[in-house]
């Protein structure tokens, strides 16, 4: 299941507008009608099928419109609220969002926006009476100007664009909105109350639906990204293992060039965006399922950026791969070299799937451990084998591939480390009440602890 | 310039929330107010002169907000308007963006989804008389929440989300409130009529300012941010020549730690989120000082793509270098090998900043063709060095660093392309008239097509 969020989704690229381009859209539009309409519903499928929550997601946006339609329909409400039941049916299409956390942050920035604006508003009525009738516009006119401007500004704070930029807005809007119709009319507290009153009621279906039908969580989501991200690098080290360093004779780039674990974990490189918008949702939640109210969201971004890391290396070792295309000999170094890296490769993928079962399981990750050693060692196996010296031509041959490859292993070891810390914030429980007595052994030590660590002894370059 | 968009600005990280830290948050809130006014300052003074236009953006806001308020003001124009002038304040908060880009692309959005949303409301308002008094709100609440669900999920397709957004959610917006009030309002035809007039002035005056004031236009900061983030990587590549491979005796990762060329280049890292939206929003724009209707911004994108993919082996390169701290012994072979990188990192630092230059001055960047000779000269002195097999283990021991600087070497090289393309398809001129001659020699060819291209003779693996 993928996560999206925000307009960070992989776009289609446009052809490049030029006459011959445009003509064959053109013609390809009307020509073929057919295909035209089967590829945009083969698009559609897809979507709802990536995530059959966001059928779900559009489905309670018409529930909550059609709940506070009621207030057109019923009589005895329409007399209580009037037209300002406009505001009910304008909050809901803008507060609600995919995410509780979206529909909680939106529609409590809109309250607190509204409120002090409403606030706001009414002490520069009563500042503006005092001026008479000729100044009241004018004063009016320069408040709006001086707080529209300021207001807007701030939206380009970065602490008040991550956490208050619909409140800002709504704040302009509502500011503006009573300072201007002070102007006109006469009983402004009556209509502000009836307008706050439709934007609680508004505000308050949307956080009720988003939380009762069907809630999609943002901190869950998050997690699962999380775990999704480890699995695609376990995925292309696993390939990398059986389809490049397997059976076949030769190791030739252009044989595994096509293959799909080269692509998976593309995404991986672009999940930052995505990553802290879910973050930023997530603190908003209140405690769901496993998710304690101060569950740390803060270490998941941690994670994201060692997974992201270790995606830079092998995005590097990618390009190396598919650019070596020479085979290469066959002699009994150059089988122990492939093998020491297949067990690497092999051995890292297990410990980062661990990984991901182990956050998936909200349990500590210890088996992660015992495969992180076997990849170490085989790490060290293939230092040794550097190391005596000989078949040089082959090793320099092969020198940037084994060097991105203990880089990776490093990497791997940076991640758990990572992961460890995310259990011991979050209280992960032990997988097995068995290897309780175990456990302390088998936690991960930052690197800097750890004595003869693989991440120094396997470093083949600067030492 | 730091070209800012969307919430994807570095965000201070907060502090987990902890009983002890919130309470050192508190004391440090409360016992030094001066301290956090005077940092809380500091920051806004920086967001002020990092981009010095936020600030008119504010006033331009506050200029659009005061004009349209002129229809409460002003006799004539309320009596013509009445409350509907709201529309044209809401609609000024809403759709006033940063950009001109953005600013055309959700005014645009917002006209086209209020007039499709308002013809089938009214066909939704007539159907729902067919069918008489008992059954109207049935018709009315079920066409609402049949269209408000399916065009909520529209906006999950990609294509959708990357262009009609916000006027996919207006068409929600003005679709419920038509249908809605059509149960209640005799007149709706003249209501309709009032609000479209309404949104249509708001929308016309926050174009007409972003056009004529101080317009900030997305291409143009699309255009800056590809030759800012190629200068990033040029200094990047100058600092590692100057600082690590420049005069001091051992080459050591510790002492060049904490130097600023080492962080300057992680902003390139994740700048595909800001440079996908300006480009989205550049495609509105019309044309503009250099930048033409059909100005090519989709090789923008590919320029990015090289760029950050040399990014990611800077990247794999920097942690490499900062682990790698023993000290290096002096041979003949080592200071060989030290001036080789030296070398290419100079030359590539002057190539990406030429290419930098070209793309200010939109000028065909020849001059960049010199200095990729150069590097790629000096890569091929790197593997004869190599090649020589001498000194064996000092080569093992840099083999990491070497290959990753040779990667890098061609990541230049894949961007001069890329530029290149860029230079052909934008139609920039010659630099200067007089190497008009030589523009066929000095044109960087793709790499399929360069017989013995230092991209193949370089690289150390696999060959």
Known sequence: MEVELGGVQEKTPAAPVQPPAARRFLAAAVGKP?????TWAKNVKKVATDDPRRILHGMKVGLALTLVSLFYYVNPLYEGFGVSAMWAVLTVVVVMEYTVGGTLSKGLNRGCGTLLAGGVGLGAHHLADLCGPKGEPIVLGFLVFVLAAGATFSRFIPEVKARFDYGTMIFILTFSLVAVSSYRVDELLELAQQRLSTIAIGGATCICISLFVFPVWAGGDLHKLSAN???????????LAVEYFGEKEELDGALVKDKSFLQAYKSVLNSK???????NFARWEPAHSKFLFYHPWNQYLKVGTQIRQCAYYIEALTTHIIKSQTPQPSSDVHRRIRNACMEMCSE??????????????????SAAHVHMEASGAAANVLKAIVMEGGAV???????SMLSLLTEIVCC???????????????????????????RHR???RPIAETEGSPHHVINMGGQ
């Open 34 to 38: 057919k295909e035209v309409v089967c």
């Open 229 to 239: 991200n480890l699995e695609k690098l376990a995925t292309y080290l696993e390939g």
């Open 273 to 279: 965006t995505t990553e802290e918008a879910l973050a």
């Open 348 to 365: 890292s993928s297990k410990t980062l799937n661990e990984l991901a079962a182990g956050m998936r399981a909200m349990t500590r990750p």
């Open 393 to 399: 031509v082959e090793i320099l041959q092969s020198a």
């Open 412 to 438: 791997t070891r940076d991640i758990a480390v990572a992961v460890e810390e995310l259990a011991r914030l979050a209280q992960f429980k032990s997988s097995d009440a068995d290897d309780d007595a175990h």
């Open 442 to 444: 088998s936690t991960v």
